[in-house]
């Protein structure tokens, strides 16, 4: 918000320091400003909008802080006749409008408003009108109190009525606008409809124009949630809208009233009339809070003397009293902000200036802090998969609309989303890595995410990605290497897969950790990668962090290695091209049991040397004994064994 | 054949032999047991005492002389065959070597949690969808309040009104609720605003939530802490300010300067001018707070803070766009 500098310097006699200068005193004790050519820019915290929205509360600011003595404007008029004689007032809507005053000032001559007035009100962004809505603008960048002029012979009827709208009801605003109100806008109205929607911004029809010799002056409190809802509905945010949704003070009507009158007085004569009409039923009063000294210096850690807290307090407008060791404080109602001892503490602190606040390292037991394996784990499996050669991306949490068809899924919709492209939570991590490999154009792509994915619950899920030859496989191998490094050893590919729209069913497998399923591992399915334009196969896994994450373990042991010899026998072996590996393989070690060390596949070949609709298996058996050197004899036997139950299925065929 | 005549042969063998494996011959053929003077040495137990001696001594010193030229003849060959090696040209490059990489994001975050860890704070998570109690209510920001538009929502289309956790504060409740102080936590989190994106903002981002709280934890014991990860975060003394500010939950607040690290808080255009970088904003947790979180707020008093980890990555390795930490692009990613 803009504030004049000279109009700041106005309050005081004493010369304030140059625009920059106070701009850093605002900054380090107030809030933070900026200066440009006599405008003070400041970004006033929503907290101190009911007072500081004002050149009277900044300047109060600047006057506690300087310890600078401040100058009220005038407020004096020359009073005659009862406003009562034009205008009386009915307030239907007492829920949402706490006060409201009018007062009338005859014989106006409307016209320009001085030079000086228009300059400020430029400077603070607003534009000249006449002299008296520039007048009632220029007390309200003042006071802080919004307020409104009506045409006093424009009002149908003289009466002034505060309701909530009519459905069907319209207003033209002084702008131009079409507004359709309903029954939630609060208006002042008169007998023919509404004049104005109440704290935001005023009708056509009772304006002042050059004409006009009698005004009506409105300075009124409108409840700040009617005027914020209102403000929302109708996307209407003015300098008035704006002030009545961050609170004003009751008590300020009248005095904004009384100065406005002062000034219309000024700049374009009329009679003030001598009374205020004034709706006020429930009057607010300065509140006092109890305020505990030892308990400032507690929360502040500094040790501030009794006597610089109270004139901090006195500086800022407040009275003090001391009862034993506390201060009785009592707070002027224009800081809406001030209930607790703590909103004083802040008073005190950043006046006494947050700069004299001395680090001081807790003193505490000392407690070690404790070990998250949610975060451990987490780590851990980035590290693996960043040694497998993968690069770690961080995706948006959000899918698209077109996401949701191309990847067939019924996603959490956002309900105001910035764009169709984030317009769903991401029901998983897949479909925006697969579009990962789509954008990065590289030849071989290895990337994983660890992120949270949105569906019936929240989860945290890991999911990778490799583009390349032989990707299934290649994938396989390095969640094999990954469980194994987590200390996971009863994991196994199940073929079998609920038809989930991601994976090519015929080349994709359930990822299982005893019994508890892990997730997936797969090719994309082919539509998919066509929709997305994507030329070659990728393989990809998903994984349930939450489950991986519990089964992961830390034990580690070694294992002796053995002094004795191993011995080398290879197999080969003739199957139909449906047979599984793991057929063959669980037969080899279950019978090999305990003497085969490892069984290591080195070659599937199916090709033009093997009979068509057959693969052939090339085994590498690896035997070895923890205790003793196996004799020749001992291996040959074992190894024919397993070489004549292989045979025994009459599809299967050992190569001798 | 008498000593000096097999000597005078095995030298001129030895001389002769042009590479390694000829010279090993020629040490066999003489210096081995069943090598020429081997042989002799053997039969010496044939002879009388003093031809025993006598030759014995003879044949030992001849062996002894034969080995250190048989030696020396050694490391020449050995320079030699090392001089026939054909050079490469070391300046062609080297194999390529395809390492992985991991985010700037996961990186920053692990350094910060180190830090914070070795002062004592334990790292909890929070869930990011959330509730409007635990987003906003319980953290003492009102209903229809303009404070409310300090953190623009993005709501979800769900039965119960549910939203995008604008902070990682929503945990301080959930965390209090569960634990008695003393506690000290950070919250590393993903968090999303309602926002027009640009290379400084983005829909989502990653905040670091901080909280300290026992009987007597002041500001001033907030000024040690920040202060002491700044330091050890920038690696060198860091000049940090603290100015007032206004967040529902926190009272006082603060908002945390640290001097621009491009100008040493000269000012310049990364600080537009002044000198300063916003960082973290902070205070001293409200009453409200401690009550809705079911505790006394007569008994216990804390700080919080929240800062942007994407900010600080963003300093540290000099990105100049936010959204790029989102954008996929291993041209990016890679380089970390």
Redesign the interface.
């Known amino acids: 918000m803009k504030f004049s500098y000279d109009w700041l310097q106005s309050f005081f006699r004493k010369k304030l320091p140059s625009s920059t200068k106070l701009a850093d005193f605002l900054t380090l004790y107030s809030f933070e400003a900026s200066s440009n050519k006599g405008v003070l820019d400041l970004d006033i915290l929503p907290n101190r909008g009911p007072d500081c929205f004002s050149h009277i509360g900044v300047a109060r600011e600047i006057a506690a802080i300087l310890g600078a003595k401040l100058q009220m404007p005038s407020t004096n008029v020359a009073k005659n006749r009862k406003s009562k004689d034009f205008v009386s007032i009915e307030i239907k809507a007492k829920n949402a409008c706490s006060r409201y005053t009018a007062r009338t000032i005859s014989g106006v001559n409307v016209g320009s408003s001085p030079e000086w007035m228009q300059e400020r009100l430029k400077l603070c962004g607003l534009r000249p009108i006449n002299n008296i809505v520039d007048a009632a603008n220029y007390v309200m960048l003042e006071t802080g109190q919004p307020l409104h002029v009506f045409d006093a012979e424009k009002i149908v009827g003289k009466k002034i009525i505060v309701r909530f709208a009519k459905k069907g009801e319209k207003i033209i605003t002084l702008d131009g606008q079409k507004f359709d109100l309903d029954p939630s806008i609060l208006v002042i109205a008169d007998s023919a409809g509404p004049m104005a929607i109440a704290g935001i911004k005023g009708g056509k029809n009772p304006e002042v124009s050059k004409t006009t010799k009698t005004v009506v002056i409105e300075s009124a409190n409108f409840n700040q949630k009617t005027v914020r809802a209102g403000s929302k509905k109708l996307a209407l945010k003015t300098d008035a809208s704006l002030r009545f949704e961050h609170g004003i003070d009751l008590n300020l009507a009248e005095l904004a009233s009384n100065r406005l009158a002062y000034v219309i007085q000024e700049v374009a004569n009329g009679k003030v009339s001598q009374s205020l009409i004034d709706f006020y039923p429930k009057k607010t009063f300065p509140k006092t809070i109890k305020l505990d000294l030892i308990y400032v210096n507690k929360l502040l850690g500094i040790r501030i003397p009794e006597k610089e807290i109270k004139s901090i307090l006195e500086r800022l407008g407040f009275k003090v009293s001391k009862i034993s060791s506390c201060f009785r404080v009592t707070v002027p109602t224009f800081r809406l902000d001030l209930s607790l001892p703590e909103d004083l503490i802040e008073e005190i602190g950043r006046i006494y200036g947050y700069e004299n606040i001395l680090p001081k390292l807790p003193f505490g037991s000392l407690i070690p802090a404790k070990r998250n394996l949610r975060v451990f784990w987490r780590g851990m499996i980035k590290n693996i998969l960043k040694e497998a050669g993968f690069s770690e991306i961080y995706n948006y949490s959000f899918v698209s609309k077109k996401d949701t068809s191309i990847f067939k899924i019924n996603p959490i919709e956002v309900k105001n989303p910035t764009s169709s492209e984030f317009q769903y939570l991401r029901p998983s991590l897949i479909c925006n890595l697969l579009k990962n490999i789509k954008k990065n154009q590289n030849r071989e792509i290895k990337i994983f995410e660890l992120g949270n994915v949105f569906g019936v619950t929240e989860r945290t899920m890991l999911a990778g990605m490799v583009f390349q030859d032989d990707a299934f496989f290649l994938l396989k191998g390095i969640i094999s290497v990954l469980l194994k490094s987590l200390a996971i050893t009863d994991f196994y590919y199940d073929s079998y897969l609920e038809n989930i729209p991601f994976w090519n069913s015929k080349r994709s497998a359930e990822i299982k950790i005893g019994r508890e399923k892990i997730g997936f591992l797969g090719e994309i399915s082919p539509s998919i990668l066509k929709s997305l334009d994507i030329p070659k196969k990728v393989a990809a896994f998903e994984m349930d962090f939450e489950k991986l994450h519990k089964l992961c373990s830390e034990e580690h042991e070694y294992m002796p290695i053995s002094k004795h010899p191993a011995a080398i026998r290879d197999l080969s072996i003739l199957v139909p091209r449906k047979v599984k590996t793991a057929e063959v393989l669980n037969i080899i070690n279950i019978l090999g049991g305990s003497l085969v060390r490892d069984v290591d596949l080195f070659d599937i070949y199916e090709g033009k040397e093997v009979p068509s609709g057959r693969k052939n298996f090339a085994f590498r058996i690896i035997y070895q004994a923890e205790n003793r050197t196996l004799r020749a004899s001992e291996i040959d036997r074992i190894h024919q064994k397993i070489i004549k139950i292989l045979d025994k299925n009459p599809e299967w065929q050992v190569r001798k | 054949m008498d000593l000096e005549n097999i000597q005078r042969e095995a030298q001129k063998a030895i001389k002769n032999s042009s590479n390694l494996e000829e010279l090993n011959k020629v040490f066999s053929k003489y210096c081995s047991k069943r090598g020429k003077i081997g042989l002799i040495l053997k039969s010496l137990k044939k002879l009388s005492k003093g031809e025993r001696i006598k030759i014995g001594k003879q044949a030992n010193e001849a062996k002894n002389l034969l080995k250190s030229e048989f030696n020396k003849r050694t490391r020449q060959l050995s320079k030699e065959a090392v001089n026939k090696e054909e050079s490469i040209d070391v300046t062609a490059p080297g194999k390529k070597v395809?390492?992985?990489?991991?985010?700037p994001?996961?990186l920053v975050r692990?350094e910060v949690?180190d830090i914070?860890?070795?002062?004592?704070?334990?790292?909890?998570?929070g869930?990011?969808?959330e509730s409007e109690w635990y987003n906003f209510d319980a953290l003492n920001i009102p209903k229809?309040?303009?404070?409310r538009?300090?953190w623009d929502t993005?709501?979800?289309?769900?039965e119960k009104p549910l939203l995008?956790r604008t902070h990682t504060s929503p945990v301080q409740i959930r965390y209090m609720e569960k634990n008695q102080p003393?506690l000290?936590i950070i919250v590393p989190g993903?968090v999303?605003r309602?926002?027009?994106?640009d290379s400084s903002h983005d829909?989502?981002f990653y905040q670091i939530e901080g909280l300290?709280v026992?009987k007597?934890?002041?500001?001033?014991?907030f000024?040690?802490?920040i202060?002491?990860f700044f330091n050890q975060f920038f690696k060198r003394e860091i000049k940090m300010?603290?100015?007032?500010?206004?967040f529902?939950f926190t009272?006082?607040?603060?908002?945390i300067d640290m001097a621009c690290l491009a100008c040493n808080g000269k000012g310049c255009s990364a600080c537009s001018k002044?000198g300063w970088m916003e960082i973290i904003g902070a205070g001293?947790v409200?009453?409200n707070v401690f009550k809705n979180s079911g505790l006394n707020p007569k008994n216990w008093?804390g700080f919080a803070f929240g800062m942007g980890l994407d900010r600080l990555a963003m300093m540290k390795y000099k990105i100049d766009d936010i959204r790029l930490?989102?954008s996929?692009?291993?041209?990016f990613?890679?380089q970390f």
């Open positions: 395809f390492l992985g990489h991991l985010h994001l996961t692990r949690e914070f860890q070795k002062l004592g704070f334990s790292i909890i998570e869930p990011e969808i229809d309040h303009p404070a538009d300090l993005l709501w979800l289309k769900t995008l003393p000290r993903r999303f309602h926002e027009a994106t829909i989502q300290m026992d007597d934890v002041s500001s001033a014991n000024k040690a802490v202060q002491e300010r603290l100015r007032p500010s206004y529902p009272e006082p607040s603060f908002e002044t001293m409200h009453p008093q930490l989102y996929g692009d291993l041209r990613i890679n």
